[in-house]
C-alpha cells in the first residue's frame, strides 16, 4: 500500500482510475477508506481519478494527535497538502458523515482547491452532537484518566489503528496521557458547540459562503436527519439536494452498509449532477 508523508504523518492513500477529473471522497466516522469503495469505484467507472485515504487516526495511516486547531482542521490540512503532493487539486471533493464534515471545512479552508462538493448523509443537531461526541472523544478521556495510554491502545478503534499499523502502539504510548486528554478536550469543544448550527461544524454563514455547485444526498435517521440536509442545501447559493427513494427511520443509526448498497443510486445522482455542473469539452473528432 502507497504511503505519502504529509506534515510529518503517514498517510496510507489509493487513487482509482487512471484520467479524468480528480475527485476525492472520504467515509463516515473513522473508518479506513475501504468503507467508501463502493462509491468510488463506480465513479472511478465513470471517467474519474478517485483519491481514497485514511485519514490520521484512521485505517492503516499513522496516529497523531494536534490540538492547536479542530480534528476536522487537523484533517482538511492533511488533505491539502495530499492533493498538492499528488498534483490533483482543484479537485471535487465529497464524503459522508465525518467524511462530508471533512470535505465543507476542506472547501471553507481551501476554496481554491474545490470544483464541486459531494455529500451525503450530513450530520447536525443535537442529538447528533451528544450521540458522537461521547463516541469521538468523550469515551477517550476517560479511558486515558482511568487507565492511561495503555488502555487507549486496548479500545476497539485504537486497538484496530495498531493492528493495521503496528508502530501506532509506540507512537500512542510515548504520548502523555494529560496531553492525549487536552487534545480530545480541544477537539470536543469545537465539535459540541456545533449543535445549534444548520451542520455540525459549520454555521448558516458558513454555508452561505460556499460558492462552488454542491451536491447533497440527505440521510434517513436520527443522526443523519433528512431535514438537516435540506436545510442545508437551502442555504448553500448552488445547491441541490437529491433524496433516495427511502423512508425516514426512527433509529439512532442506519448501518453504512444498507447505503452502500445503495451505491448505483449515489453515484447516478452525483454523476448526472456533475455532468450537468461540470460538463467535460467534448472529444477531438477522429483525424
Not at 463502493?38 to 485514511?54: K, T
Not at 481554491?112 to 450530513?122: C, I, K, T
Not at 442506519?254 to 455542473?277: C, H, N, Q, S, T
Request: hydrophobic share 45%; glycine share 8%; proline share 6%.
Amino acid at each position: 500500500m502507497p504511503y505519502a508523508h504529509i506534515r510529518g504523518v503517514a498517510i496510507n492513500y489509493t487513487i482509482l482510475g487512471d484520467r479524468g477529473p480528480a475527485m476525492m471522497l472520504s467515509p463516515g466516522g473513522r473508518n479506513a477508506y475501504s468503507n467508501v469503495l463502493p462509491v468510488a469505484e463506480r465513479m472511478a467507472a465513470q471517467g474519474y481519478r478517485v483519491l481514497l485515504h485514511d485519514r490520521r487516526n484512521c485505517g492503516a495511516s499513522d496516529v497523531a494527535f494536534d490540538g492547536s486547531k479542530s480534528e476536522y482542521e487537523v484533517w482538511a490540512d492533511d488533505l491539502e497538502a495530499l492533493l498538492r503532493q499528488l498534483d490533483m487539486a482543484p479537485a471535487i471533493i465529497g464524503g459522508s458523515s465525518s467524511g462530508a464534515r471533512l470535505a465543507l471545512t476542506f472547501a471553507l479552508r481551501y476554496p481554491q482547491s474545490v470544483r464541486a462538493l459531494l455529500l451525503w448523509r450530513v450530520t447536525g443537531g443535537g442529538f447528533a452532537v451528544k450521540r458522537l461526541a461521547e463516541r469521538y472523544y468523550d469515551q477517550y478521556i476517560r479511558l486515558a484518566g482511568e487507565g492511561g495510554m495503555a488502555a487507549v491502545c486496548a479500545e476497539e478503534h485504537f486497538a484496530e489503528r495498531i493492528r493495521e499499523r503496528p508502530s501506532n502502539r509506540g507512537r500512542l504510548m510515548a504520548i502523555d496521557p494529560q496531553d492525549f486528554i487536552a487534545v480530545m478536550q480541544a477537539w470536543r469543544a469545537p465539535f459540541v458547540a456545533g449543535a445549534q448550527l444548520p451542520l455540525i461544524g459549520t454555521s448558516e454563514q458558513d454555508l452561505r459562503s460556499i460558492k462552488v455547485p454542491t451536491c447533497i444526498i440527505p440521510g434517513n435517521d436520527l443522526t443523519h436527519g433528512s431535514a438537516t440536509g435540506e436545510t442545508a442545501a437551502r442555504l448553500m447559493p448552488d445547491c441541490e439536494s437529491h433524496r433516495l427513494n427511502i423512508e425516514d427511520q426512527n433509529v439512532d443509526l442506519v448501518p453504512a452498509e444498507e447505503w452502500y448498497a445503495m451505491a448505483d443510486d449515489i453515484v447516478a445522482i452525483f454523476g448526472d449532477f456533475l455532468a450537468r455542473k461540470l460538463p467535460r469539452p467534448a472529444a477531438a473528432p477522429a483525424a
